[in-house]
T-cell receptor
Framework: RKEVEQDPGPFNVPEGATVAFNCTYS??????FFWYRQDCRKEPKLLMS???SGNEDGRFTAQLNRASQYISLLIRDSKLSDSATYLC???????????FGSGTRLSIRP | GAGVSQSPSNKVTEKGKDVELRCDPI?????LYWYRQSLGQGLEFLIY????????KSGLPSDRFSAERTGGSVSTLTIQRTQQEDSAVYLC????????????FGPGTRLTVL
């Protein structure tokens, strides 16, 4: 089993739709979690951190479920500009235990 | 211009040559990371620095790969006797502190080994 697993997609949804992806992790000692966004042929950029209590930033909501060992990202009212690959990142407490998922590709159509 | 910078942005080399990739982290960031990303793949961790020390080099693919960091700032990743399978985008990231802090990435160096 991979340490961090994501559905590769692609998710192809119409503009304005709500879309959600999950990311599962295997190391129960994982302490911090992030979602990054990566546009084609660009570097990853931090989208948001994921807190135990869940957090929201505009149209984006991130949740953590420690019992089932997954994090989720919900995007409401999707925009064409949301088209990208979304990477989940799990940190098990040391710099060498920062694991990136392979990413979920999202494509928003007009 | 306070972001992470990397040079060169593109490097084409012949198999068997050595290459040196450079990363300038965000000023004041103590932790620096090197990753490799092949086309359509996720990020592969290579090495990280806390200050000038590299506590974990286990991600380096072979002894042809080495990295150093000087003055707690600039880092270089050297690949000796390049092979075609070394072709990838090499990404550098820095964070204020290691472990829990979010990372900020540079634009990467696209390495092509012919």
């Amino acid at each position: 089993r991979k340490e961090v697993e994501q559905d590769p997609g692609p998710f192809n949804v119409p503009e304005g739709a709500t879309v959600a992806f999950n990311c599962t992790y295997s190391n129960s000692a994982s302490q911090s979690f992030f979602w990054y966004r990566q546009d084609c042929r660009k570097e990853p950029k931090l989208l948001m951190s994921v807190y135990s209590s869940g957090n929201e930033d505009g149209r984006f909501t991130a949740q953590l479920n420690r019992a089932s060992q997954y994090i989720s990202l919900l995007i409401r009212d999707s925009k064409l500009s949301d088209s990208a690959t979304y990477l989940c990142v799990v940190n098990a407490g040391s710099a060498s235990k920062i694991i990136f998922g392979s990413g979920t590709r999202l494509s928003i159509r007009p | 211009g306070a972001g992470v910078s990397q040079s060169p942005s593109n490097k084409v080399t012949e198999k068997g040559k050595d290459v040196e990739l450079r990363c300038d982290p965000i000023s004041g960031h103590t932790a620096l990371y090197w990753y490799r990303q092949s086309l359509g793949q996720g990020l592969e961790f290579l090495i990280y620095f806390q200050g000038n020390s590299a506590p974990d080099k286990s991600g380096l693919p072979s002894d042809r790969f080495s990295a150093e960091r000087t003055g707690g700032s600039v880092s270089t990743l050297t690949i000796q006797r390049t092979q075609q399978e070394d072709s990838a985008v090499y990404l550098c990231a820095s964070s204020l502190l290691a472990e829990y802090n979010e990372q900020f990435f540079g634009p990467g160096t696209r390495l092509t080994v012919l």
